[in-house]
């Protein structure tokens, strides 16, 4: 394994639900990282986090709301989603946001938005 | 404006047969350089990278990449496919910026290796 976990794997949420995304990581890392990956289209950079501060905002709907209480854990809190919100979200971290470090994913939740 | 780019969205090579995976990149400054690959129902994985010194970079899994300046490339390659190689392979390039130093990705490139 990579080290970064994500939970649940799985979440179908109607439109008018509120749920949350935790992502964890063992690796010491100071940098995390919330990507959207949805089919036929290039991964999303959508949130990156530095320290616990947010470093990157990438345009992203405030329905998706990030948290970083400490540099392990990172929460996405969903709200009013919409059915084209539907896709894998994936967790990363790396040693910080140089860039000259690799980025090591979680395996990803799958959210079904109905 | 910076980039990378993946030419081809499918591979299609035979086990046992030599495969490259392409990409192409267009960034201000030393590029620094990235391969990742995707399994099905998986997170993406790390492979190689190339950030200096020598322009072929050995990785995972026996994967290796070279880096050609003048032709601005990152061609990923394998001498031998094996059928477990299939999965989306993504390269990476880091761009800079004010605030932090942004890594982006390319489409991804499908791989099918055919036994």
């Known amino acids: 394994e990579t080290g970064v976990t994500q939970t649940p794997r799985h979440l179908v949420m109607g439109m008018t639900n509120k749920k949350s995304l935790k992502c964890e990581q063992h690796?010491?890392?100071?940098?995390m990282y919330w990507y959207k990956q949805s089919a036929k289209k290039p991964l999303e950079l959508m949130f990156v986090?530095?320290?616990?501060?947010?470093?990157e905002n990438n345009s992203v709907p405030s329905r998706f709301s990030p948290e970083c209480p400490n540099s392990s854990h990172l929460f996405l809190h969903l709200h009013t989603l919409q059915p084209e919100d539907s896709a894998l979200y994936l967790c990363?971290?790396?040693?910080?946001?140089?860039?000259?470090?690799?980025?090591?994913f979680g395996p990803g939740t799958r959210l079904t938005v109905t | 404006a910076q980039s990378v780019a993946q030419p081809e969205d499918q591979v299609n090579v035979a086990e046992g047969n030599p495969l490259t995976v392409k990409c192409t990149y267009s960034?201000?400054?030393?590029?620094?350089l990235f391969w990742y690959v995707q399994y099905p129902n998986r997170g993406l994985q790390f492979l190689l990278k190339?950030?200096?010194?020598?322009?072929l970079v050995k990785g995972s899994y026996g994967f290796e990449a070279e880096f050609n300046k003048s032709q601005t490339s990152f061609h990923l390659k394998k001498p031998s496919a094996l059928v477990s190689d299939s999965a989306l392979y993504f390269c990476?390039?880091?761009?800079?910026?004010?605030?932090?130093?942004?890594?982006?990705f390319g489409p991804g490139t499908s791989l099918s290796v055919i036994p």
């Open positions: 990363a971290s790396s040693q910080d946001t140089s860039g000259n470090y690799e980025q090591y």
């Open positions: 690796l010491g890392h100071n940098a």
């Open positions: 986090y530095s320290l616990e501060e947010r470093v």
């Open positions: 960034v201000s400054g030393n590029p620094y």
């Open positions: 190339y950030i200096t010194g020598d322009n």
């Open positions: 990476a390039v880091r761009v800079l910026k004010t605030s932090y130093d942004k890594v982006i």
